[in-house]
């Protein structure tokens, strides 16, 4: 098998982060005549298109392999250097792409961040997905750990359970009066308008199927709100009901601006850490600072 070259293998992660041949260039202070030679011949080398030549450029499934090997190497040399105290200048900053949910970045995520050590520096890229599709982010080598939904480890990874995340059905009161009172529960839940993060978002349709035995969906009413902070605001606002994280639907609860639709009956989400099997001592720190705090945070 012929011998990946190292600066061939740079080049390529560079343009996939950077979005376009002359970005990867001005990042790699070469010309984009240079890059685009390398990727030209990191492809014949390979014998596969790594790249699809698009705005921005994103990689083929076998450039998600070459991807994932650079962002290894990158991890592995960085530690090597501070290792051996040859870093340019002062201290390195470890860079980390994760992905993480909405929900968990909105309520117990980023605490943890904060408490991982910064002697060295670390430098946090987050990703926000759906936590049923974290995992692809993964296996396309786009970032080294995920919160994730799945406990079917990604090849080349390890897994932990985090815990449950728990959500409320609930609603404004002017709704819940409007669209719940008088009528059978299991009836007016899967008429009554719905709030969901996005086309993707199954959690609703989830519930109402538990909730009816099966019998139907959530409503076709429904308006998408993509974020975990609009996506409450929208709950109170009356809108919709939604599906609420625990920890923000409590206060709002106590205070009476939502009610809850099905006390008894909330939806509960098992959450995971995957994460490579590097020997990387800044993904090491902050697996246990998102371990710790997911213990203190969710069920």
Known sequence: MPELPLDQV?????????????????????????????????????GRVLLVRTKPVRPTESGEIVVRLARQLSALERDARAELGIADGGPSPARLPI????????????????????????????????????????RAGQVMAAV??????????????????????????????????????????????????????????RFVR?????????????????????FTD??????????????????LLRRGALVELAPGRELEVPLYWQQWKLDVPALAAVAEAVAETAAAALR
Do not use: M
């Open 234 to 251: 929208a709950v109170v606002a009356g809108l919709g009901w939604g599906l609420v994280p625990e920890q923000q639907a409590g206060p």
């Open 99 to 138: 992905a993480v949910n909405a929900d968990s970045l909105a309520t117990w995520f980023l605490p943890a961040l904060t408490r991982v050590p910064q002697d060295p520096p670390v430098c946090f890229e987050l990703y926000r997905e759906d936590e049923s599709h974290t995992a692809v982010l993964l």
């Open 10 to 46: 740079r080049t390529l992660l560079a343009v996939v982060d950077e979005g376009t041949f002359d970005a990867a260039a001005a990042a790699l202070h070469v010309t984009p005549s240079a890059v685009s030679q390398r990727v030209k011949a990191l492809e014949q080398r390979t």
């Open 210 to 230: 538990s909730f009816t035995g099966g019998r139907s969906d959530a409503s076709p009413l429904r308006h998408q709100v993509p974020t975990s902070e609009g």
């Open 148 to 205: 994730t939904s799945s406990p079917d480890a990604v090849a080349g990874c390890t897994v932990r359970p985090l815990g449950l995340a728990r959500y409320l059905p609930a609603a404004s009161p002017a709704f819940t009066e409007r669209w719940f009172a008088g009528r059978p529960p299991a009836r007016a839940i899967g008429e009554a308008p719905v709030i969901v993060f996005d086309r993707r978002d199954e959690l609703q349709d």
